[in-house]
């Protein structure tokens, strides 16, 4: 009987791609203890993969790659398990080697041979990063003709060549767009020591937070501003509703998103601060932190702004659009 079950199952599923657990019981004429037990041991044999969550929950064949004999030394290893991360396709989080392989065997690349090529390349990266932070300000002076920052880092690159986002690119990417609360507040964890570096190296005595555009049940920028509970005033600034709401993502030109931060940002209250942080979650031209930096100076707001993204394109004008 197990073994019928066992095949009916597949041959089900087989037949259409994929099933609930309900389905499942009612088209096969099975009980539903059985079909979870059966459900259960196949997943665990690797025959079948659950998607999603309680009560939106199907299953699917497992897509069995052959594996690839894997042969990397622990340098590479540990490297690649603390700095790599994918999200799947199918919304799955996979990190370090695993999520590596995965990429590779997606791609048919070789995973030694690609694993040296990487390490290569987040080297060439990472020599930009100083004590945790990269320093933006020489990006900013290229494209723009006055910069109203007195300096700009990243906590890391929203992408790099070839291998496409970094490990906090994926996942400010995803947190964004899902408004996984999870998957925030493990942002949070990953930027909040390199945050400390630069709190212990400036006295800030407020805060600002670049205001979304795209509307969202739950707000990224809002739920930084919670999670990271900064002990410092907060600066309000405003995003003015217009007709027609154009992100800040959507525009191509440069002098396009000059003009869209400069008509549709407010930077309100008449306090006085010496050096305010102004934290922002991707810097594509930079376009909205200068305009914001502007204002707060020209008000007379702050006398010193420092800006912080989470991540920044690497090159003069890379317009992040996904974000």
């Keep these: 009987m197990q073994q019928k079950t066992h095949h009916k199952i597949i041959n089900y599923v087989k037949k259409r791609g994929q099933a609930t657990g309900n389905e499942l019981a009612n088209s096969l004429d099975i009980s539903d203890r059985a079909v979870r037990k059966q459900l259960s041991k196949m997943i665990e044999s690797n025959i079948l993969v659950k998607i999603g969550k ?21 340098k590479t290893a540990d490297l690649i398990n603390e700095n790599y991360l994918i999200i799947t396709p199918m919304g799955k989080k996979l990190e370090g080697v695993e999520g ?4 590779c065997q997606k791609n048919n690349l070789p995973i030694e041979k690609t ?35 007195d300096k700009i880092f990243y906590l890391d690159f929203y992408s ?24 925030i507040k493990s942002i949070v964890d990953i930027i909040k020591p390199n945050l400390n570096i630069l709190l212990a190296k400036y006295k800030f005595d407020a805060v600002g937070y670049i205001p979304w555009t795209v509307k969202r049940e739950v707000q990224f920028m809002k739920q930084l501003e919670k999670q990271l509970d900064l002990p410092f005033k907060t600066i309000i600034i405003d995003k003015a509703k217009t007709d027609i709401i154009v992100p800040q993502k959507t525009l191509s030109k440069i002098n396009d998103r000059i003009a869209n931060a ?12 010496k050096t305010v942080l102004l934290i922002d979650d991707a810097v594509g031209s930079g376009s909205t932190l200068n305009e914001v930096a502007k204002q707060l100076k020209h008000k007379k707001i702050a006398k010193k702004v420092i ?8 090159k003069g004008f890379d317009v992040i659009s996904e974000i």
């Design 54 to 74: 309680p009560p939106k929950v199907f299953y699917m064949l497992k897509d069995n790659q052959v594996k690839q004999k894997i042969n990397l030394d622990k």
């Design 100 to 103: 590596f392989v995965f990429w």
């Design 115 to 149: 694993a040296k090529e990487y390490i290569q390349t987040h080297r060439k990266y990472q020599k930009y990063k100083k004590n945790g932070l990269i320093d933006g300000m020489a990006k900013f002076k290229n494209s723009f003709d006055k910069v109203y920052l």
């Design 160 to 183: 790099i060549e070839r291998f496409g986002k970094t490990k906090l690119g994926q996942m400010l990417l995803y947190g964004k767009q899902s408004g996984n609360r999870k998957l």
């Design 262 to 273: 400069k008509q549709t940002l407010v930077v309100r209250g008449s306090q006085q601060c």
């Design 307 to 314: 800006g912080l993204a989470i991540t920044g394109s690497f």
